[in-house]
Each structure stands twice: as C-alpha cells, then as structure tokens.
C-alpha cells in the first residue's frame, strides 16, 4: 500500500471535503480517502504510485486546486 498526501485549495465545507474524497477514491487503485478540511490536507492510500497530473485531473474537474503533490 501506497500512502501520497496532497494538499487541495478551495474546499470550505463537509461537502466539499466529501466531493473532492469521492473524485479522489474513483482514481484506479485507490482504496481510503482522508480529507481533514481544515488543512486542505488529503491523504490517499492505494494500490500502487499515482502521479499528481491523475490526482490534478480527478480534483480540478471539481473546481478545487491541488496546490502541493
């Protein structure tokens, strides 16, 4: 397993941390999301590496940025 931690702009509710937890864990080989809202910070465990364009395309389709990867 896998762990990457991300850092996403623009995220200012539960519901956002929820949107940005879903894009996220439909990435293939993603097994558990962590969004902690109040740091921006997400943490992914999965199956294998993933790169931060993956991880851009599947949060910034959502309008939220990915400001460090």
């Not at 940005?20 to 864990?25: G, L, M, N």
């Not at 599947?58 to 460090?68: G, I, Q, S, T």
Request: proline share 0%.
């Amino acid at each position: 397993m896998v762990e990457k931690v991300v850092k996403v702009d623009g995220m200012t509710c539960s519901h956002c941390a929820e949107t940005v937890k879903r894009a996220i864990s439909n990435i293939e080989g993603v097994k558990h999301v962590k969004v902690d809202l109040e740091s921006g910070r997400v943490t992914i465990h999965a199956e294998r590496e993933l790169s931060c364009d993956e991880i851009k395309r599947a949060v910034e389709e959502w309008d939220y940025k990915v400001v460090d990867c």
